[in-house]
């Protein structure tokens, strides 16, 4: 009779599994398709407008133009994403490895960190749109001018977060380093730069989409390859469709790159940050 | 029970001191001038004791805890541990520190946390040598097969029961503790003062253990030490000659009454 009964048991836990996948997955077709739909719709109703008020190509192309020229341009699209990509990628990680050394520093001196945090704060204070152009005057046409930009537009967010993760350290973890002799090199290293990923990650996250802007920026002034530089041509000739399906391929630039780090994310921060404390 | 490589010492002898305090006095500089956290503290652990210490919020309790730890400088007096400045103690990994909160890494799974003790200090000058096993420690405190759990996985009790096994790996012959259990229910309190008696017994080392809870203070301890406050001095020491092992029905006792009401008599003049 027991036996029986754990049998039916087992078979109920597993039939009650298969359940909550089934139910897990119609959750997410629930989730997912009021967003489908407002975009498909958005999109008939966009194809609409500009054929049904014969609204000219030049100032707005319909969405079945856009995509035309982007399958019909495709290698000359990705000849451009690529300067892009790479100074893209190449600024965040320049600005985001000096934010978090700097930061580093200033949790060990709080010397530095009054010395050099009102000029972090005036630097984040010039818009980048200002800076763009004494940069290429400085270093030419070459990768090096939109790279800085890059780096400039990811280091503040990323620099602010990673302090105030570094500090955020429960003083009670600390006495207890103390108590084992631990150096501050072992502090660094085994409390305060683990306990500041989650910060850290919040910042990469923001510097993920702004370093595409800051490159695009610097492609503005000055460069005939990249996005940026094919925004102006597009804009300056009338090429409405190429200019939107330009700026298509930046959005989804960033939005990879944005996908990466979140990914990152989860695969390094499996604790609950509420528990930090505890 | 008798895990060998957790017993203690064969030559402890009874007279051995594991503290010793002479006219220690700890003062702070604050915003309103020197304010004496404690003034002219004498006093002496024997090896193996189990000493707990009550007293009204703010009387130093922390302060004389975190002095015998080497966190805090001393202003006045000498601190001895096991017969050595509290820093040479520290090095050598005789002193151990369980704090109110677990003070766990979150990053962490159990063992690795149990092991942390192992991984740091030889740079400052610790001494690390045959510890206890990890797992021999997550057996004593009831946690085998959560090894490989996070943190924020266990409750507030299991997670304080890894801070203890932390805190017992390197064999510390001084187990400071500053209200382990005092965010924890009544029930889950209960159950630990109740394990970590039967650790006490097991390891043989010597334990203070701050609380604010009368009951907790004359359970566990052989004395009670009662400081009062402002500046923070010895107001009386209390011997609690109750036979171990103690278990929790103890409490409804009239001698354990008797000592409790005692206790209260003094507290309320501190
Ligand atoms: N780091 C510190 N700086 C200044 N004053 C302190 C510091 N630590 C403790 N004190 C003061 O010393 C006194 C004793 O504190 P503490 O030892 O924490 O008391 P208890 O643990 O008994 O509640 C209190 O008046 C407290 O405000
Ligand atoms: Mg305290």
Known sequence: MAVVDQQEAAADTTAARREKVKQRKAKT??????????????????????????????????????????????????????????ESLAGFALGNTIAVLIAVGFVHSRLAERAFY????????????????????????????????????????????????????????????????????????????PSSLPFL??????????????????????????????????????????????????????VVLFTIVTLLERRLIRWKVDAAAV | MGAPALAPAANAGADDLALRLDGVTVTFDTDHGLLTALQDISLSVRSGEFLTMLGPSGCGKSTLLRTVADLLPVSGGTVSV??????????????????????????????????????????????????????????????????????????????????????????????????????????????????????WQETGTTILFVTHSIPEAVFLGQRVLMLAANPGRVREVVDIDLPYPRDLALRDQPEFIERAAHLRQVLETC
């Open chain 2, 82 to 199: 096991i017969g050595r400045p509290a820093s040479e103690a520290r090095r050598a990994r005789q002193i151990s520190f369980v704090f109110q909160d677990a003070t766990l890494m979150p990053w962490l799974s159990v063992i690795d946390n149990i092991r942390l003790p192992l991984e740091v200090g030889r740079g400052n000058g610790a001494i690390i040598e045959a510890p206890v096993p990890a797992e021999e420690l997550l057996a004593m405190v009831g946690l085998k097969g959560r090894e490989r759990a996070l943190p924020h996985e266990l409750s507030g009790g299991m997670r304080q029961r890894v801070a203890i096994a932390r805190a017992l790996i390197c064999h510390p012959k001084i187990l400071l503790m500053d209200e382990p259990f005092g965010a924890l229910d009544e029930i889950k309190r209960d159950q630990l003062n109740v394990e970590l008696l039967r650790i």
């Open chain 1, 29 to 86: 077709w629930r989730d997912r398709w009021p967003p489908l739909a407002a975009v498909v719709g958005i999109l008939v109703l966009w194809e609409l407008i500009v054929v049904g008020f014969e609204v000219p190509t030049f100032i707005a192309p319909g969405p079945g133009e856009v995509v035309a020229t982007m399958v019909e341009r495709w290698p000359m699209l990705m000849m451009n994403l690529w300067p892009t990509a790479l």
């Open chain 1, 201 to 254: 990650f919040a910042a990469l996250k923001i510097a993920s989409t702004t370093c595409v802007i800051g490159a695009i920026v610097g492609e503005w002034i000055g460069s005939n390859v990249g996005l940026g530089a094919l925004i102006i041509e597009a804009t300056y000739n009338f090429r409405s469709p190429l200019l939107y399906a330009t700026v298509i391929l930046a959005a989804s630039l960033a």
């Open chain 1, 118 to 193: 009102p000029i972090a704060v005036f630097i984040n204070t010039i818009p980048i749109i200002a800076i763009a152009p004494i940069l290429v005057l400085i270093f030419g046409n070459g990768f090096t001018p939109k790279i800085i930009i890059a780096a400039l537009i990811c280091f503040f967010p990323t620099l602010v977060n990673v302090t105030r993760g570094l500090k955020a350290v429960n003083p009670a973890t600390l006495e207890l380093m103390h108590v084992l002799s631990a150096s501050r090199w072992e502090v660094l290293m085994r409390v305060r730069l």
